[in-house]
Nanobody
Framework: QVQLVESGGGLAQPGGSLRLSCAAS????????MGWFRQAPGKEREFVAT????????YYTDSVKGRFTISRDNAKNTLYLQMNSLKPEDTALYFC?????????????????WGQGTQVTVSS
C-alpha cells in the first residue's frame, strides 16, 4: 500500500524559508517520478515541481523558479522541497505525489497517489 507522509510545513515570514519532506513507502521509490502540488483556499490544486526517478531533468512552475528546489534521496525514500524567499502567495496546503511513470509530468493526471498535505502559511 502506497503511503506518502508530508512534514515540515508551518508559519514563515515573508522572505523566510521552509523545507518540506515527504516520506514514501509501499512502492519502489526510485522507479517513479515524484512531484509537489499545492492548493490555496478557494483555488484549484496547482503543480509546483517535479523530479524524475534519476533526479536529472526537473521542472518548476514559473512562480517558484529560483526560489524553490525539489530533490530526492532514493536511499531514504524521501522527497524534499526547499522553499526560500517565501511570499504570502505561497500560502497553501502542499501535497506530495507519486508519478505513474519514471518520467515527469506537469499535470495532476500524471500522478496516482497523494499525501494528506502539509500546511504552509507565509505571513508577517
Amino acid at each position: 500500500q502506497v503511503q506518502l507522509v508530508e512534514s515540515g510545513g508551518g508559519l514563515a515570514q515573508p522572505g523566510g524559508s521552509l523545507r518540506l519532506s515527504c516520506a514514501a513507502s509501499g512502492f519502489t521509490f526510485n522507479n517513479y517520478a515524484m512531484g509537489w502540488f499545492r492548493q490555496a483556499p478557494g483555488k484549484e490544486r496547482e503543480f509546483v515541481a517535479t523530479i524524475p526517478w534519476s533526479g536529472s531533468i526537473i521542472y518548476y512552475t514559473d512562480s517558484v523558479k529560483g526560489r524553490f528546489t525539489i530533490s530526492r534521496d532514493n536511499a531514504k525514500n524521501t522527497l524534499y522541497l526547499q522553499m526560500n524567499s517565501l511570499k504570502p502567495e505561497d500560502t497553501a496546503l502542499y501535497f506530495c505525489a507519486k508519478g505513474r511513470l519514471s518520467r515527469t509530468s506537469l499535470q495532476a493526471i500524471g500522478y496516482d497517489s497523494w499525501g494528506q498535505g502539509t500546511q504552509v502559511t507565509v505571513s508577517s
